[in-house]
C-alpha cells in the first residue's frame, strides 16, 4: 500500500521551530522526480512551500518560507524532512507532502499525485 505519512507538527510560539517528517511506505522516494512541502490554512487554498528532487537534490522554496525552512532527505529512512525555523503566526496551516513525476522543479499543487494526510502546525503566543 502506497502512503506518505507526516509528522511533527504541534503548537509552537512565534520565533520557534519544528521539524515535520514526510515518512514513505509502500515505494521508493526515488521513484518520483521530486517530493514537495505544501500547507493550507482555514479559508485558503493550498499552497506550495518547498520541493527537493530526487536525482540532484536540487531545492527550491516559496519566498515567504526562503531563508527560515529548509528541506532535506534521507534516502535509507525513505523520509524527507522540513526543518522550520523563526515560525510566524502565518505559518500557521496543515502541512502536507506529495510526490511528483512531472520533470520540472514546481511546487504547484497539481504536479503532484499522491498526497499524506497532512499534520497540523499552529504558530502562537
Known amino acids: 500500500q502506497v502512503r506518505l505519512v507526516e509528522s511533527g507538527g504541534g503548537l509552537v510560539q512565534p520565533g520557534g521551530s519544528l521539524r515535520l517528517s514526510c515518512a514513505a511506505s509502500?515505494?521508493?522516494?526515488?521513484?518520483?522526480?521530486?517530493i514537495g512541502w505544501f500547507r493550507q490554512a482555514p479559508g485558503k487554498e493550498r499552497e506550495g512551500v518547498s520541493c527537493?528532487?530526487?536525482?540532484?537534490?536540487?531545492?527550491y522554496y516559496a519566498e515567504s518560507v526562503k531563508g527560515r525552512f529548509t528541506i532535506s532527505r534521507d534516502n535509507a529512512e525513505n523520509t524527507v524532512y522540513l526543518q522550520m525555523n523563526s515560525l510566524k503566526p502565518e505559518d500557521t496551516a496543515v502541512y502536507y507532502c506529495?510526490?511528483?513525476?512531472?520533470?520540472?522543479?514546481?511546487?504547484?499543487?497539481?504536479?503532484?499525485?499522491?498526497w499524506g494526510q497532512g499534520t497540523q502546525v499552529t504558530v502562537s503566543s
Open positions: 509502500g515505494f521508493n522516494l526515488d521513484d518520483y522526480y521530486q
Open positions: 506529495a510526490t511528483s513525476r512531472v520533470g520540472i522543479q514546481t511546487i504547484h499543487p497539481g504536479a503532484y499525485e499522491y
Open positions: 527537493i528532487s530526487s536525482d540532484d537534490g536540487s531545492t
